[in-house]
């Protein structure tokens, strides 16, 4: 059984989910949101960021990971913060010796959905049939987190085949 880290990072909202994979078979875990305090400093937060997110690797313990890549909207000063709450993440990750992967959204939906421009509710809606929820996910973060673990799955999976076929496995 492979265990798989989803993250939609940010820094007022890290989105997370875990989920477990057995013979293409996948199995929720658990998901949410780590929240920081919008009042306390940058370094603060970040810090809050790192220790909430160790103690769920210490949890879950995956071996792999999937991370959304920074989207370039207009407002540039918006995605500094998501940029540095990216880098605490990739650190630790690394840091727990974690194979990660990053994803930019129309890849994530792509896998998800089949369509890079795909509804927000539509791969809530597909991350609940293929985890077996009752209910969408939610947040929205935790929900794309979710969808970003099993956008890793498939891409491991892909590139495993790819290079079994160049080894003439």
Do not use: W
């Amino acid at each position: 059984m492979k265990v798989i880290l989803g993250v939609d990072p940010g820094l007022a909202e890290t989105g997370y989910g875990f989920i477990a994979v057995d013979r293409n078979r996948f199995r929720h875990l658990d998901h949410g949101v780590i929240c920081t305090p919008a009042g306390d400093s940058s370094g603060s937060r970040l810090h809050q960021l790192y220790r909430r997110l160790e103690e769920l690797l210490n949890q879950y313990r995956p071996q792999q990971a999937g991370i959304e890549s920074l989207y370039f909207a207009r407002n540039v000063s918006s995605a500094i913060p998501v940029a540095q709450a990216r880098g605490v993440v990739l650190l630790l990750l690394h840091s727990h010796g974690i194979v990660t992967g990053e994803y930019p959204p129309q890849a994530i939906k792509q896998a998800i959905v089949g369509q890079g421009r795909a509804e927000k509710h539509q791969v809530q809606d597909l991350v609940r049939v293929l985890l077996g929820l009752t209910e969408p996910p939610r947040p929205d973060h935790a929900a794309d987190a979710l969808a970003a673990a099993i956008c890793h799955y498939h891409s491991g999976e892909v590139a495993a085949h790819i290079s079994s076929a160049r080894r003439g496995v």
